[in-house]
């Protein structure tokens, strides 16, 4: 296991391709889901989340299909999520061989899911992701169903419910702010990752290293970035990339 800062490639994908929107609009299309995965094998990543963000609003279901090419491909442990609504789905999709299962509009919608996959496969192969939109007169609300679908929870509250029931792990993710690189959201990281126990990843806006440092330093386990790994320059070409081993461990200085 690395003892590196964890810097974590996300990829979204949509109908079996890989996409990149902005704040959860407006699909960019960037190419096969599998290519990426080969070249950031050859990039000695150490890590990658891959969801698929059309499975629970377009009710199409897990796609097992990709997730078994996933598995055929990868190098490095694999995190997914998209449309894992039971058990049963949390189960064939590790024994595929994925390490961890993603729940979002589910932990919401039931959050015992978080609870009966936990007690299985454990805390550590259990991941809640928690959208957030921020509110025009402060704080942030939460989402589901790709950002569709506003909960009751806020932040804070979707988080220590995640840890509750049994998540091990929460992807704190900034609607606002995805595909943008205009930088995480520093004060969102900090008010949930000082009131829970549990890793916490960083998702929405890096640009690039000095954004990881950042999230770092706002209390984050680990950063995460989609848009910074599969595109470049100001017109957003697609360029699949990632940081060399003496980049990320100079994120420790």
């Known amino acids: 296991m690395s003892l590196r800062p964890r810097i974590i490639p996300v990829l979204l994908v949509s109908d079996g391709y890989l996409v990149k929107p902005v704040k959860f609009k407006g699909d960019t299309y960037i190419g096969d889901p599998i290519n990426a ?11 990658l989340v891959i969801c698929d963000i059309d499975a629970t609003p377009q009710k199409s279901g897990v796609n097992f299909k990709l997730i078994e090419e996933i598995a055929s ?65 402060g704080g942030w609300d939460t989402y589901t169903e790709r950002g569709k679908r506003k ?46 126990n549990i890793p916490v990843i960083s998702l929405g806006g890096a640009r690039g290293l000095s954004d990881f440092h950042a999230a770092f330093g706002a209390g984050a386990s680990a950063a995460a970035a989609g848009s910074t790994f599969v595109m470049t320059g100001t017109h957003r070409a697609v360029l699949i990339n990632y940081p060399s081993p003496t980049e990320i461990t100079s994120l420790d200085d």
């Open 37 to 47: 995965v080969r070249i950031f094998n050859d990039k000695q990543v150490d890590e």
């Open 73 to 137: 491909e990868a190098f490095m442990p694999v995190a997914y999520g998209g449309g894992v609504r039971r058990l049963e789905d949390a189960e064939r999709i590790t024994n595929i061989g994925i390490e961890k299962v993603v729940l979002n509009s589910e932990a919401v919608r039931r959050p015992e899911s978080i609870s009966e996959i936990a007690a299985v496969l454990g805390s550590s192969s259990t991941v809640v992701s928690i959208d957030t939109k921020k509110r025009l007169r």
């Open 151 to 196: 909960s009751a929870l806020s932040p804070v509250e979707a988080a220590l419910q995640a840890q509750e029931h049994g998540a091990g792990e929460l992807i704190l993710s900034s609607i606002d702010r995805e595909g943008t690189f205009s930088g995480y959201d520093t004060r969102l990281i900090t008010t949930v990752t000082e009131r829970v």
